[in-house]
């Protein structure tokens, strides 16, 4: 099966290399590498080869999280597997892709599937939990009968590394154009509604973590909010969230004592403020404009909102 691999770009910092190293050794071969670049100025265009990849470039007011991914997959659609990537996720082994290719291959059910992320190797203990929980060991495939079952992580998935059935894909018309984040689990409920199933695929592994800080937690927090509002069929067909981050906390309360006691105020306060900015995000329509765009982490979103 021909795959599309699709990265979108905006100063991709330190570890591109890394990025465009983790591609190189893939022992599946990729048909087309497509570059989205947002407005680089750091040389991370200078990395790559236009010989061997395709460059689109946008201006970076016009960045759209599933609107510019749908614009590449209808652009460069020559393929029978899109794949997803993130600037800052590290493909682990030479095995990654092809670990979602054969898995599309055997099961023609299967939409879409995600890969495992492993925290990046220099990672902290909270981030270190924080991919521990969300990715684990054992692999899964999901559908609409399994809602009852996991809620609303029957849908959880991550751009960051994914890969979509082109049929599946443009049956159930691609990605959003105008959501704040979350294309990617959008998308997910769209194919289990409409039949497919999806599957998390542990043996698919990239490094990817992030060291937020409480600040930062809270505007992202605050943007899932707001991508929850906005998305009341969510709710409706697979249950709310805030019962799986009671079961979070007390997984990271947990692991954080094991690893360094110290860290559970920080966590404490993270966690604050993460409940804190979920509940604005979900009241947003009733905040100004300056505070939306003051809380949110996705400044461009409120020029269109």
């Known amino acids: 099966m021909k795959v599309n691999l699709f990265i979108p770009t905006l100063n991709a910092g330190k570890t591109w290399k890394e990025v465009l190293a983790g591609i190189a050794m893939q022992n599946h071969p990729i048909s087309r590498l497509v570059i989205i670049d947002s407005g680089s100025t750091d040389g991370t265009l200078d990395l790559i080869n236009e010989e061997t990849c395709d460059l689109i470039q946008i201006d970076k007011k016009d960045f759209d999280h599933g609107g510019t991914r749908q614009m590449a997959a209808v652009t460069f659609p020559d393929a029978d597997i899109f794949v997803f990537l993130t600037q800052d996720a590290i493909l682990a082994d030479s095995n990654s892709i092809r670990v979602m290719v054969e898995a599309l291959e055997k099961n023609p059910e299967l939409g879409m599937v995600y890969g495992r992320q492993l925290p990046h190797k220099n990672a902290k203990v909270l981030e270190t939990h ?10 899964k495939t999901k559908s ?9 992580r029957t849908i959880s998935c991550s751009n960051s590394f994914a890969a979509y059935r082109k049929t599946a894909f443009f049956k ?30 542990s043996d698919s592994k990239i490094h990817h973590s992030h060291d937020y800080s409480a600040i930062e937690e809270f505007k992202r927090y605050f943007d899932i909010g707001v991508f929850h509002v906005n998305n009341q069929w969510i709710f409706e067909h697979f249950g709310r969230a805030e019962s799986e981050g009671f079961k979070y906390l007390k997984s990271e309360l947990n692991y954080t004592f094991k690893h360094n006691p110290l860290l559970i105020p920080k966590s404490l306060v993270a966690t604050g403020a993460k409940f804190l900015g979920y509940k604005l995000g979900l009241h947003y329509q009733s905040l100004p404009v300056r505070l ?13 909102a």
């Not at 400044?299 to 269109?304: D, N, S, T």
Request: overall charge positive; glycine content about 10%.
């Open 172 to 201: 159930v018309n691609g990605f959003p154009t105008g959501s704040i984040l979350g294309e990617d689990v959008l998308i997910a409920g769209k194919m289990l509604l409409d039949g497919w199933k999806m599957a998390y695929l």
């Open 292 to 304: 939306r765009k003051s809380f949110s982490m996705t400044k461009a979103y409120w020029r269109h």
């Open 144 to 152: 609409l009968e399994d809602a009852d079952r996991y809620g609303i």
């Open 130 to 139: 924080a991919r521990l929980f969300n990715y684990p060991a054992e692999s």
